[in-house]
T-cell receptor
Framework: AQSVTQLGSHVSVSEGALVLLRCNYSSSVPPYLFWYVQYPNQGLQLLLKYTTGATLVKGINGFEAEFKKSETSFHLTKPSAHMSDAAEYFCAVSSSGGANNLFFGTGTRLTVIP | DGGITQSPKYLFRKEGQNVTLSCEQNLNHDAMYWYRQDPGQGLRLIYYSQIVNDFQKGDIAEGYSVSREKKESFPLTVTSAQKNPTAFYLC????????????FGEGSRLTVL
């Protein structure tokens, strides 16, 4: 069985500061991991994904995430926050890459302070 | 432009009424999904379909029904049996059921009065 825990339902950072959104997963098999972003009253958009290979994954809008098997983590980072990064971010895990067994975390709302 | 179109964006209904949410995609994707989103609970899978004329229950299918008569269309009916239907509903599609990359519509917000 898979599950995802996102630490911190709300995170606030100053514009230009480092963004760090935490995600820990549980999976009995090698996981496929995803980060999605949701702007207010909109659907979700894929930021980045890890399937196999390089553990540091780069995504859109300057975000990246690192798969750390020993820590069962897939934290999302961005060196410098921009006002447009304010949104809700969801971490998700799948055991096979299949969307029909994709489990989402409860989300982290990011606020960027000018 | 290719994408997923959900309608209506906002919907108000009285208790006891069935409502149908529309989802259309022109991405030529095989698989389509319906999720429900509630504050603080993330997304939960209601139904999914990997191919025309076939669909499977997700984690919270009770009180919902779907059909997949065309590849492009996957409407969701929220029936009067759904105990707490007020929520934000998201439709998504993917190239195949084994692809975790989902493409989402903009959602439909249903409020039951």
């Amino acid at each position: 069985a898979q599950s995802v825990t996102q630490l911190g339902s709300h995170v606030s950072v100053s514009e230009g500061a480092l963004v760090l959104l935490r995600c820990n997963y549980s999976s009995s098999v090698p996981p496929y991991l995803f980060w999605y972003v949701q702007y207010p009253n909109q659907g979700l958009q894929l930021l980045l994904k890890y399937t196999t290979g390089a553990t540091l994954v780069k995504g859109i809008n300057g975000f990246e995430a690192e798969f750390k098997k020993s820590e069962t983590s897939f934290h999302l980072t961005k060196p410098s926050a921009h006002m447009s990064d304010a949104a809700e971010y969801f971490c998700a895990v799948s055991s096979s890459g299949g969307a029909n067994n994709l489990f989402f975390g409860t989300g982290t709302r990011l606020t960027v302070i000018p | 432009d290719g994408g997923i179109t959900q309608s209506p964006k906002y919907l108000f209904r009285k208790e006891g009424q069935n409502v149908t949410l529309s989802c259309e995609q022109n991405l030529n994707h095989d698989a389509m999904y319906w999720y429900r989103q509630d504050p603080g609970q993330g997304l939960r899978l209601i139904y999914y379909s990997q191919i025309v004329n076939d669909f499977q229950k997700g984690d919270i299918a009770e009180g919902y029904s779907v059909s997949r008569e065309k590849k492009e269309s996957f409407p969701l009916t929220v029936t009067s049996a759904q105990k707490n239907p007020t929520a934000f509903y998201l439709c998504a599609s993917s190239m195949a059921s084994d692809a975790g990359e989902l493409f989402f519509g903009e959602g439909s917000r249903l409020t039951v009065l």
